[in-house]
């Protein structure tokens, strides 16, 4: 049996349980791009051939899935389709699933979801990435998932490069009732993240989320940023910076999957969040960057509330861009 069918099983009997119905809707956009194009494709074409695979090259472009990775998809499909002699437009799409899974699990950093904590201290997860991509909200979301697991969690104000930065995190933390520590406006960053690494300490804190400034004029001034306040951290808390999350505005595209690029050169990405998965229609983002960069993608931003932060699951995720509510096959 192939994932396709797998998938259909495993999701798609009813009811479906509150996480699938998440993926689906979170999805919806993406899925109406790409299903809905393969399913004309495999309709127009009653067997496979150069064209086939051409235009299929096409609308993985167009989800970006990437190129590479989408010229590397058609070529693998077409061996494949050569020589198990595969020519049914629906078994060749059945073929692409299981190569999308096996490419995404099988590469890079090992699959994981939640932060790893520390045996003992503050767990430090540093949260970078450019203006806008939702990384304010992002930290809301990971903060108010953690305190609900019991954690104790303490937020940095380590973007002291806009005024309105702070004030919007503190809204935050006053909103989830949690502790954040902020400097002057304009203040250096690492002072910032120094103070509440000591803090952290003191108060037992389970879990320090800092935020940093995305906004910088070169890429040597953001590495050299990121590097002192990991290097404070570092020095206050042992093995801090323990996560560093990189969060991509799946919206943006391409664009996103170069910030991506940048910022692993400069800062130790152990995960990424994507944000806006809702708004795009263009949800082949993920595999483009786990191809590009190999950092797993560990959670998904699918609104603008605090609650709307998923896990990634792979499963569902290829289930919801290719099957999706309707549940037909693509
Ligand atoms: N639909 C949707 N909107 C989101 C999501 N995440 C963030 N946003 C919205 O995106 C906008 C920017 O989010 P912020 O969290 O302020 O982004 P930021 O990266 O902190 O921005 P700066 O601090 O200005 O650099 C806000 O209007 C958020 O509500 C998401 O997953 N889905
Ligand atoms: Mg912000």
Redesign the pocket.
């Known amino acids: 049996m192939g994932l396709f069918s797998f998938l259909k099983n495993k999701f798609g009997s009813k009811p479906k349980d509150e996480a699938t119905k998440t993926y689906e809707k979170g999805l919806e956009k993406s899925h109406k791009a790409f299903a809905s194009r393969l399913d004309a494709l495999s309709k127009r074409y009653g067997k496979v051939n150069a064209e086939y695979f051409e235009e299929l090259e096409e609308i993985l472009i167009e989800s970006d899935v990437g190129v590479d990775l989408s010229l590397r998809l058609c070529e693998e499909l077409l061996d494949k389709s050569k020589s198990e002699g595969l020519s049914d437009p629906k078994a060749i799409n059945d073929a692409l699933v299981d190569l999308m899974f096996v490419d995404y699990a099988t590469k890079g950093q090992a699959i994981v979801n939640e932060v790893n904590f520390a045996p003992d201290g503050p767990t430090v997860l540093l949260v970078v990435?450019?203006?806008?991509?939702?990384?304010?909200?992002?930290i809301a979301k990971l903060a108010y998932r953690y305190k609900n697991q019991g954690k104790k969690v303490m937020l940095a104000a380590g973007?002291t490069f806009?005024a309105?930065?702070v004030e919007?995190l503190g809204i935050w933390a006053d909103r989830l009732g949690i502790d954040i520590v902020k400097g002057a406006a304009n203040s250096d960053p690492a002072s910032v993240v120094f103070d509440a690494a000591r803090k952290a300490k003191q108060d037992k804190v389970d879990l320090l989320i800092v935020?940093t400034a995305?906004?910088q004029q070169t890429k040597a001034n953001l590495m050299q940023e990121l590097s002192k306040i990991t290097r404070v951290l570092g020095k206050e808390i042992p093995g801090a910076p323990h996560e560093c999350f990189l969060?991509i505005d799946a919206t943006t595209g391409q664009n996103g999957v170069s910030q991506a690029r940048c910022f692993k050169e400069v800062a130790p990405l152990t995960g990424i969040v994507v944000?806006?998965?809702?708004?795009t229609s263009k949800g082949g983002i993920i595999l483009s960057i786990r191809d590009e960069l190999g950092v797993p993608v560990r959670f998904m931003?699918?609104?603008?509330r605090m609650e709307?932060l998923e896990e990634f699951d792979l499963d569902k995720y290829l289930y919801g861009l290719l099957l999706g509510a309707d549940d037909g096959s693509a």
């Open positions: 990435g450019v203006n806008g991509v939702g990384k304010t909200t992002s973007d806009r309105g930065a919007q935020d995305g906004r969060i944000t806006k998965m809702d708004g931003g699918l609104g603008e709307d």
